[in-house]
Every structure is written in structure tokens, then in C-alpha cells.
């Protein structure tokens, strides 16, 4: 990787598997852009931005924002250069297969290099996500949002497996134990 060219990454995992904080870390790590979209359209929510509200009435239920809505968002990011130079994390996008899609085409001739399944066991991210209380976070919209992973989301671990693109790492660990195996992922990806 030279000093220009960071790593094009996506986090998959399901809500509370802990991609948010490792997203974080990985960005700083590399100084790049944390895109999460669910933090997107929370700003833009409390800023009173259309976008957020109209976000805002499917993410109270647990529901997916629709996905043009949601790659509008993302495209607009990406037109800004410094955004996702020298690359970027992408948190929580894409969770359909149509938004995969999408960001081919919004990424063209420079493809995502390696994709993250962030791996945790059902039971223990329910704990998690009850016990963090986000506004979202309320018993039915929880198990919502995990149908929805399973339904619309999980399908991308193979889309992005059959690109040879795909790793999976152990969520269950300490959060430094986590952040320092997707390090080991992400440079075994660029040593080859
Ligand atoms: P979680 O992963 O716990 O759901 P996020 O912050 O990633 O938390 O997302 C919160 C909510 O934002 C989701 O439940 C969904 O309503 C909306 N959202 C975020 N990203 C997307 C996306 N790529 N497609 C559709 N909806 C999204």
C-alpha cells in the first residue's frame, strides 16, 4: 500500500457486533473517514435536515431507510474527494443488495479491497444494544433489525466471499484484541 492509497473497507456484522467502535479506530488508525450511515442520518436528524427526518421515521421502527435515500447520501460524500482519499470505512452501507450495487457503480474502476464480517453470536448483541439504550434500541425494534440483517443484510458475507474479498473475524474478544485482528486482516490483504 504506498502512502497515497489507503484501504477501500466495508464492516459488515450485525447491530452490535461492534462496528461502530471498530470502524472508529480503524479510521483513525489509518487517517481516513469513518462513513457510518446510521450516524449520517442521526446528525442530519437532530440538525433538523430533511434527509434525517424523513431517515429518522423508518430508523425508530427498525425499518431499512429506503435504499435511494440512503444511497443519495452516500454518492453525495463520495463526490468530495477528500472524503475517501486516501480511503475510507464504510460503517452499516451497503445492507441490501441493491445498495452493493450501487457502490460499485459509485466506486467504478477502484473496488472495495477487503470487506469485514465483524462476528458475534446473536444472543450476546441483543445484550449489547440493550444495554447501550440508544433511542432505536427499544425491544422491537431490535428484533426487527436483526430479521432485517438476516434477511436483507447476511447475503452480502457471500456477495463480497465470492469477490475473494471477505473476512471474517471474531467479535468476542476485547475491544483492542478485535481492532489488532482486523489490523493482521488488513495488511495479510495488501501483503499478497
Ligand atoms: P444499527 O446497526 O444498530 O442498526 P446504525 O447506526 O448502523 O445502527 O443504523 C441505525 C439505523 O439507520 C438502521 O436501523 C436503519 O434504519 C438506518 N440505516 C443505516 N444504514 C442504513 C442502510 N445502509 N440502509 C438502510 N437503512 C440504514
Redesign the pocket.
Known amino acids: 500500500m504506498s502512502a497515497q492509497r489507503g484501504p477501500r473497507m466495508v464492516l459488515l456484522g450485525k447491530?452490535?457486533s461492534g462496528k461502530g467502535t471498530q470502524g472508529e479506530r480503524l479510521a483513525e488508525h489509518f487517517s481516513m473517514q469513518h462513513l457510518?450511515?446510521?450516524?449520517m442520518?442521526r446528525d442530519s436528524a437532530s440538525a433538523g435536515v430533511k434527509v434525517g427526518l424523513e431517515?429518522k421515521a423508518?430508523?425508530d421502527r427498525?425499518?431499512?431507510?429506503p435504499d435511494d435515500l440512503?444511497v443519495a447520501v452516500v454518492a453525495e460524500r463520495f463526490q468530495n474527494p477528500r472524503e475517501v482519499t486516501p480511503g475510507f470505512v464504510l460503517?452499516?452501507?451497503?445492507?441490501?443488495e441493491q445498495?452493493a450495487l450501487e457502490l460499485d457503480r459509485i466506486l467504478g474502476q477502484h473496488p472495495i479491497d477487503i470487506v469485514i464480517d465483524l462476528d458475534v453470536p446473536t444472543d450476546v448483541v441483543v445484550e449489547r444494544?440493550r444495554s447501550r439504550g440508544r433511542e432505536?434500541d427499544t425491544e422491537e425494534s431490535i428484533r426487527r433489525?436483526l430479521e432485517l440483517y438476516e434477511t436483507e443484510t447476511k447475503p452480502l458475507v457471500d456477495f463480497y466471499r465470492q469477490r475473494s474479498v471477505l473476512v471474517t473475524i471474531d467479535g468476542l474478544g476485547t475491544e483492542d484484541e478485535v481492532h489488532a485482528a482486523m489490523l493482521d486482516a488488513v495488511a495479510h490483504r495488501f501483503s499478497d
Not at 36 to 39: F, N
Not at 91 to 96: A, L, Q, S, V
Open positions: 447491530q452490535g457510518s450511515t446510521g450516524q442520518f431517515a423508518f430508523m427498525g425499518e431499512l431507510v440512503v460503517d452499516g452501507f451497503p445492507r441490501t445498495q444494544m432505536d433489525r
